[in-house]
């Protein structure tokens, strides 16, 4: 990627106040800015701009691995603490925690496909019945069952179609451009008297 050089050299000063960017009264900086306060006043050659990007962007690297690190080293603290653990028991207790882990990990693995089956089954149902897929997440919090997705589904459907309903009639009776007369509204109306109109 080539960079074009007057495109990034500019100076942020010619909007400063008046005296504030003056050349006369600044005094260049004595070590090389760091924070982007001070990197405003500062034009850039392509080589300096590409090296500052080349220095964060190896900044930003080297606190990655420094997490990562960190994570790792965490992760293996725990496994030579259960390996210590599990070298103290004896061979049945061993084999029996072995299988207490290898159980936990995989009712673990089933729920996770469980509920992502759920999902995928709730986001098709969904567009089945003509509504957003957006409600997803809303439908199937704090529910494991399929049943009661499925209930979730039909009470949104109801309140959703309520929502557009109630919208549509609100929308057909306001004023139209040049009819003249706004539509009155139907006091025997049984959509109107449910909401207690």
């Known amino acids: 990627m080539k960079l074009d050089k007057k495109a990034l050299q500019f100076n942020l000063q010619f909007f400063a106040e008046p005296g504030e960017g ?4 600044q005094q260049p900086p ?53 390996a210590e653990r599990l070298a103290k028991l004896s061979a049945a207790e061993r084999e029996k925690a072995v299988f207490e882990k290898q159980k936990e990990e995989f009712e673990k693995q089933k729920r ?16 089945a019945e003509d509504l957003p897929s957006e409600f997803c997440d809303m439908i199937m919090a704090g529910v494991e069952k399929a049943e009661d997705i499925m209930a979730n589904i039909n009470i949104f459907k109801k309140v959703f179609s309520d929502a557009v309903e109630k919208r549509l009639n609100d929308r057909a009776q306001t004023t139209i451009p040049g009819a003249g007369e706004q539509q009155k ?13």
């Open 112 to 127: 996770e496909f469980e509920r992502e089956r759920l999902t995928n089954q709730t986001l098709k149902t969904l567009a």
């Open 22 to 25: 003056d050349p006369a009264t």
């Open 185 to 197: 509204i139907n006091a025997d109306d049984p959509f109107l008297k449910g909401l207690g109109l």
């Open 30 to 82: 004595t070590t090389e800015p760091t924070s982007p306060s001070e990197l405003q006043g500062k034009t850039y050659t392509e080589q300096e701009f590409q090296s500052e990007i080349d220095r964060r962007v190896t900044q930003a690297l080297k606190t990655s691995q420094e997490k990562w690190e960190k994570e790792y080293q965490q992760k293996l603290e725990a496994e030579k603490q259960e």
